[in-house]
């Protein structure tokens, strides 16, 4: 699933993304290596997605304390607006999507 600690959620281990981060890693360095016939490095990697891909960005934000009500309406605002955004540009950056994001497990269609 799209969990950051790959679906393993609960507070029996607290921060475990990193542990959890790192055998990804090894798991994709592995399969690649033995994909390749040689050592694989996480750079390698990381360029070889820069090429097929771009680069890509990522930021979090955590909000807490906030006001339910408000938090719920600039929800409802942004996607009342799914769709509508595509090909506008703000500071000089086109948006490419705007979406609701959804995810269906293939297993367990949850």
């Not at 509508?84 to 609701?100: A, H, P, R, Y």
């Amino acid at each position: 699933c799209g969990e950051e600690s790959f679906g393993t959620g609960s507070d029996h281990v607290r921060e475990k993304d990193g542990m959890w981060a790192v055998l990804a890693w090894l798991q994709i360095l592995a399969a690649k290596t033995i994909e390749k016939g040689s050592l694989v490095t996480p750079e390698e990697v990381a360029k070889a997605h820069w090429s097929e891909y771009g680069r890509n960005y990522y930021a979090r934000y955590d909000y807490e304390g906030v006001d339910k009500a408000k938090s719920e309406e600039m929800m409802k605002a942004m996607a009342d607006k799914s769709g509508q955004l595509v090909g506008q540009q703000v500071q000089g950056m086109e948006i490419k999507t705007n979406d609701v994001f959804e995810y269906l497990d293939p297993v367990d269609g949850s």
